[in-house]
């Protein structure tokens, strides 16, 4: 095997027509292969990108048999312009090719389980089994680039607004946050445990408590929660907390932060972030978390029902229902084929079913003219907005199901009419949300963020006598129908904090027990701080496109939480145990049991 003794003196990804001339080490993967007999063409790639290489006879080193793709070489050569009929265009060193003296394998390959130099569609499973591999491939690498450079872009920006970043403790207490704890044992302190952090939330706002004033950290995340596209057991956010921060001004940093890193990632945003409260985004667009780009804002019709001949629609009013619906503009000219697939789609969502309207060339034509009649339907049409070829949605029943209903119904449409684009950006503030939600499994109270967050000061009287009523001073950022961060003003006065916990069940001893550290902070002068964290993953998939955080992860997990590379989690010899003193139990049902 050969050892390199010189390093390149320039990266696959970097020679241009004004290089021609020059002699040149290059590094890298064998990409592509093409004998003619007497001459060779091959790529050699690296992440910066490919150049071609001509091997003739009489060059020194490997021979075009031994040139196989993902075979390590270096190349050494002298850049030559191509002819004018042979330039590639679509790399960035198609002007050019070096002309080899000397090929040099520094390592073998064996056959990859799939072709790094096709893109072509391959199995999750495999990818992931040979990450190695997957990440040579030039859409994932232009990923965590991409990646890199958001990173890099937030640290400067918090940086230049006077943020320091503080490390903050990964081996720490349990202290529940709605998702389970991932728990780490003590071998020095028998049967006692450590647990990985779900967020710093309670650290940061201890760094404000001892006067560090302005914090931000890009920091890992743990949560032992059920799998999905945008979910991972080990995440990353951009953490964030200010000391005498009211709305506005983090308002005005987030905004700040996210043109600097939309900026990094080339694309250019405006300042001008839209706001509406969390009952405005619920009602407009079924939920809190609305992708503006479509429009299509849900309407109230529901007076128009109530006395209606329409039973569906008269019975769901008279039960405290609503009917509802969406404009579809130009959808007037959808088969009957269309509407039908769309009200099955209705159904499949959980909806009872899905009336539709619409007016063509003057005339309305709906699938519930006869039992609830033309004038009715026509002002229900004109009164959400409807003109000449537009098509009106409507569904009606309980307030929460029929607004989330129609809310994915509405994105159904957006993405058959071609209006969700991938690089249109419409940021949304979602505000006001309520403090508690019910739960009715334990019949108690639950933080819709988190405990630590701040009523609102004209709400404060309500905690006592009408829970349900109090609003938090929370925020939420949400684009293109994705939440990207979530915050809110906290609470700092230790007698709120106890008042609150006890709302949410949980009691004074209980809480001293869980939170007694920070309780005790909070009484030395703590002063009003509030803060927000984004989540980084998600940001890069949205920038990149990807439907997945997976595809932005350099060694994410599986759904099932295993990393098919690694072969993690996996069992411990007996030894390990014995030194944590811990005994397993053979699990008696179906693996996660």
């Known amino acids: 095997m050969s050892t390199v003794v010189n390093y390149r003196t320039h990266t696959c990804g970097q020679l241009r027509r004004e290089h021609v001339g020059q002699t040149v080490l290059l590094q890298g993967w064998v990409h592509r292969v093409r004998d003619l007999g007497g001459v060779t063409f091959f790529d050699v790639r690296d992440r910066h990108g490919l150049t071609q290489v001509v091997v003739r006879a009489g060059a020194d080193g490997a021979t075009p048999a031994k040139l196989r793709p993902e075979v390590v070489v270096a190349v050494h050569g002298q850049v030559e312009a191509r002819d004018a009929s042979a330039i590639n265009s679509k790399i960035f060193t198609g002007d050019i090719e070096v002309v080899a003296t000397g090929v040099e394998i520094l390592n073998e390959a064996k056959t990859p389980p799939f072709p790094i130099n096709e893109d072509v569609v391959v199995l999750e499973e495999?990818?992931?089994?040979?990450?190695?591999?997957?990440?040579?491939?030039?859409?994932?690498q232009h990923n965590l680039i991409l990646r890199h450079k958001v990173a890099i872009?937030?640290?400067r920006y918090f940086d230049d607004e006077g943020f320091l970043e503080i490390e903050t403790p990964?081996?720490?207490?349990?202290t529940p946050e709605g998702a389970r704890d991932y728990l780490v044992p003590s071998r020095v302190h028998r049967g006692e445990f450590f647990a990985l952090p779900q967020s710093p939330q309670i650290f940061k706002q201890i760094l404000m408590i001892a006067g560090l004033d302005r914090y931000f950290q890009i920091c890992r995340c743990f949560r032992d929660e059920d799998?999905?596209?945008?979910?991972?057991?080990?995440?990353?956010?951009?953490d964030v907390e200010v000391s005498f921060a009211t709305e506005e001004l983090i308002y005005e940093i987030v905004?700040?932060?996210?043109?600097?890193?939309?900026?990094?990632?080339?694309?250019a945003v405006s300042r001008s972030f839209e706001r509406m409260t969390y009952a405005d985004a619920m009602r407009l667009y079924g939920s809190d978390k609305p992708d503006l780009r479509p429009g299509m804002p849900i309407a109230d019709v529901s007076g128009l029902f109530a006395e209606s001949p329409f039973s569906v629609f008269r019975d769901a009013v008279a039960a405290g229902g609503v009917v509802r619906g969406v404009v579809v503009a130009g959808g007037g000219k959808y088969s009957r084929k269309e509407l039908d697939e769309l009200t099955e789609q209705a159904r499949q969502m959980g909806g009872s079913g899905l009336i539709w309207t619409r007016v063509v060339q003057g005339a309305l034509q709906s699938s519930a003219l006869k039992a609830a009649g033309e004038a009715p339907l026509r002002a229900a049409f004109e009164a959400a907005g409807g003109q000449e070829g537009d098509l009106f949605l409507m569904a009606a029943g309980p307030t929460d199901k029929t607004a989330t209903l129609l809310g994915n119904l509405r994105l159904v449409v957006a993405r058959k009419a071609g209006l969700l684009k991938a690089d249109e950006f419409r940021f949304v503030w979602v505000t006001n949300f309520p403090l508690f939600e019910w739960n009715p499994d334990d019949s108690r109270w639950d933080a819709m963020h988190h405990p630590f967050t701040s009523p609102m000061p004209d709400d404060v009287g309500f905690l006592e006598t009408e829970p349900g009523r109090v609003r938090a001073r929370a925020y939420d950022l949400a684009v293109n129908g994705s939440e990207i961060a979530g915050g809110s003003i906290r609470i700092h006065q230790p007698d709120v904090q106890r008042h609150v916990f006890r709302l949410l069940g949980i009691t004074d001893e209980q809480a001293s027990a869980r939170f007694g550290f920070f309780l005790?902070?909070?009484?030395?002068?703590?002063p009003p701080h509030g803060g927000i964290a984004f989540g980084l993953d998600r940001i890069i998939a949205i920038l990149c496109g990807e439907s997945s955080i997976r595809e932005v992860m350099a060694f994410p997990k599986t759904a099932q939480a295993v990393d098919l590379m690694s072969g993690a989690p996996s069992t411990v010899d007996d030894r390990q145990l014995r030194d944590l003193h811990i005994h397993t139990v053979a699990s008696q049902g179906p693996k996660g049991d």
């Open 170 to 174: 990964i081996l720490t207490r349990s």
């Open 255 to 267: 905004e700040g932060a996210i043109v600097s890193m939309w900026t990094a990632a080339g694309f």
């Open 126 to 140: 495999t990818r992931l089994r040979y990450r190695y591999l997957d990440l040579r491939r030039p859409a994932l």
């Open 153 to 155: 872009a937030a640290r």
């Open 520 to 526: 005790e902070a909070l009484e030395y002068g703590t």
């Open 227 to 238: 799998l999905r596209a945008d979910r991972q057991p080990e995440f990353t956010q951009i």
